[in-house]
């Protein structure tokens, strides 16, 4: 069974930095074009950030410039670097493919405030 687990969120004042990391059992993170989503309160589970499988990046506007996707093959490991981060950053963030096609994991939870 596919497992998603994302790992890495906490609290950060405005203008901080946080790592993300997705694991996974079941999911060849290589093979697959995967992606960073968010859900904010009250609001919908967004795209923020995908990779191809040959390493192609593209982002949300609202997170371009200030977070980057990346992958570590060896360990099949997602990361989503975020810098600069803002207020309306904050929201549970969780890994998946880009068509959604895995049980969505818990999450991780990112609180920018100060």
């Known amino acids: 069974q596919v497992q998603l687990v994302e790992s890495g969120g906490g609290w950060v004042q405005p203008w901080g930095s946080l790592r993300l990391s997705c694991a996974s059992s079941?999911?060849?993170?290589?093979?697959?074009?995967m992606g960073w989503y968010r859900q904010a309160p009250g609001k919908q589970r967004e795209l923020v950030a995908r990779i191809g499988g040959g390493g192609s990046t593209n982002y949300a506007d609202s997170v371009k410039g200030r977070f980057t996707i990346s992958r570590d093959d060896a360990k099949n490991t997602l990361y989503l670097q975020m810098n600069s981060l803002k207020p309306e950053d904050t929201a549970i963030y969780y890994c998946?493919?880009?068509?959604?096609?895995?049980?969505w994991g818990r999450g991780t939870q990112v609180t920018v405030s100060s």
């Open positions: 998946n493919g880009l068509r959604q096609q895995y049980v």
């Open positions: 079941g999911v060849t993170f290589s093979l697959n074009v």
